[in-house]
């Protein structure tokens, strides 16, 4: 197991003795896709900006690379971030006017490379348009290509989807996706819950600064489901065998996970040898939304919420890493979604 890209043990921030983040441990490893989710003031933006080392934590560690940023901000050279909504740049200069200036931040990066990342947004035919011009979506998926600009070995960005069309989502996704392959650690917030299950591999669902639940989705992804007659006799006949790693009951279900793709095709055969009739066999598809809101529920304290990512001293600067650090204005007209339509 490779040492964590990203590592935070009992982080806590407050401002003015009122805690926004509480006790907070996680971590990302490389190759892996974490999303931090929750509700408007659960603390999302401010994790953000205390992992990439815009905030310092009031107690608790944070660690990039075996390393404190604040102790060692040349390790925010390796680190490609845009915590900021929509992502800030010079609107009277072009896209790639924008992505030179920050590959010079950055120490240098070659034409090549801005090309590249403009061509794998695509933002190829708009690099020499003025980003003063560009929609919202467009400048969203810049932010994303200077992020990328260095190849960095840790990604971290608030909200990179916000304002994008379908299509511009998907995309994003997709070189997330890409970039965790090529064992980058992905660190993101989003309130896109259906297509988190698509892309991340694990989740951290926050409420009121505390992290209540971490989904691994590639551990969800591996369930399947049969809907059968009698499900404590089916979970009798698949908890004994070997190619079944655990058994559970929901409702007329019963789901499971299995050692390997392959033992799926054993059992039908299992199921109906132990005198039980089989309805359905299919995979047990996660409802991440579902789980989401049963989870927040849960944990919902009384009294009035107040958004407390949007609180504290404006403490963007300019990174040493690979692109410039900034942190997040809000955005008032914009909530997000309800965890279930």
């Keep these: 197991m490779p040492a964590p890209a990203i590592e935070t043990t009992s982080l806590t921030k407050r401002y003015g003795g ?5 006790d907070l441990t996680f971590s990302v490893e490389p190759g892996q896709v974490y999303a931090l989710v929750g509700p408007n003031g659960a603390g999302k933006t401010t994790v953000i900006r205390l992992v990439a080392g815009l905030a310092f934590p009031t ?3 944070v660690r990039m690379l075996g390393s404190d940023p604040h102790e060692h901000p040349a390790i925010r050279r390796k680190l490609g971030a845009v915590v ?4 800030a740049f010079y609107p009277y200069l ?8 920050h590959g010079r931040l950055a120490g240098g990066v070659p034409e090549e490379r801005i090309s590249e990342v403009l061509v794998q947004m695509e933002l190829g035919q708009a690099a020499e348009r003025k980003v003063g011009i560009y929609s919202l979506g467009m400048r969203q998926r810049l932010g994303v290509a ?3 600009l260095t190849r960095p070995e840790v990604l971290i960005l608030d909200e990179p989807a916000s304002g994008m069309d379908p299509l511009s989502l998907h995309l994003v996704h997709g070189v997330l996706r890409d970039a965790a392959r090529a064992g980058t650690a992905v660190l993101l917030s989003t309130h896109h819950l259906d297509e988190v299950v698509a892309y991340c591999s694990h989740v951290g669902i926050l409420e009121e600064g505390v992290l209540i639940d971490q989904v691994d989705l590639g551990e969800r992804r591996a369930r399947y489901r049969a809907t059968v007659s009698d499900v404590h006799e089916a979970r009798l006949a698949l908890q004994v065998q070997p190619w079944v790693r655990e058994v559970s009951v929901r409702g007329r279900d019963v789901v499971f996970t299995l050692e390997g793709e392959a033992a799926i095709e054993r059992v039908a055969a299992t199921i109906v040898g132990a005198g039980v009739s089989l309805s359905s066999l299919g995979s047990d598809v996660f409802d991440l939304r579902s789980y989401y809101r049963e989870r927040v529920e849960s944990q919902r304290g009384r009294g009035q919420r107040v958004d407390v990512d949007d609180e504290g001293a404006r403490l963007g600067r300019d990174g040493v890493g690979a692109t410039r650090v900034v942190e997040r204005r809000p955005a008032p007209a914009v909530t997000e979604e309800e965890p279930r339509s």
Excluded: D, I, K
């Design 84 to 87: 900021e909504a929509p992502a």
């Design 94 to 101: 072009s896209g790639r006017a924008n992505l030179r200036l």
């Design 146 to 148: 200077a992020a990328l």
């Design 18 to 22: 009122r805690p926004v983040v509480q």
């Design 59 to 61: 107690s608790g560690t």
